[in-house]
Nanobody, 116 residues
Framework: QVQLVESGGGFVQAGGSLRLSCVASGTIDSIVFMAWYRQAPGKEREFVARITSGDRTYYGNSVNDRFTISRDIAKNTVYLQMNSLNVEDTAVYYC??????????WGRGTQVTVSS
């Protein structure tokens, strides 16, 4: 099992920045990637960003060039630096990991609210 705890969400005005963190614990060997997803009210969960064990990064179309994913291996932590936030970024942000070939785990999420 892998436990994921997100933090760093909150309220921010449009144009502002936030940095989310996700700490992984438990059986964290063989993690293939760590990722962020988000879900806005009334919408489906959306891919935001992913970083692989080889440090390759991928981003969703709606956040490219504004968000940056990174990780600290020693701290078992993945970060999401979010800049130039707009109201459309308001959502619950979830941390997700893939361990091995098919074991996926989710955190409980952290709320990000952007006001105009």
């Amino acid at each position: 099992q892998v436990q994921l705890v997100e933090s760093g969400g909150g309220f921010v005005q449009a144009g502002g920045s936030l940095r989310l963190s996700c700490v992984a614990s438990g059986t964290i060997d063989s993690i293939v990637f760590m990722a962020w997803y988000r879900q806005a009210p009334g919408k489906e969960r959306e891919f935001v960003a992913r970083i692989t064990s080889g440090d390759r990064t991928y981003y969703g179309n709606s956040v490219n060039d504004r968000f940056t994913i990174s990780r600290d291996i020693a701290k078992n932590t993945v970060y999401l630096q979010m800049n130039s936030l707009n109201v459309e970024d308001t959502a619950v942000y979830y941390c997700n990991v893939l361990r091995g070939t098919s074991d996926r785990y989710w955190g409980r999420g952290t709320q990000v609210t952007v006001s105009s």
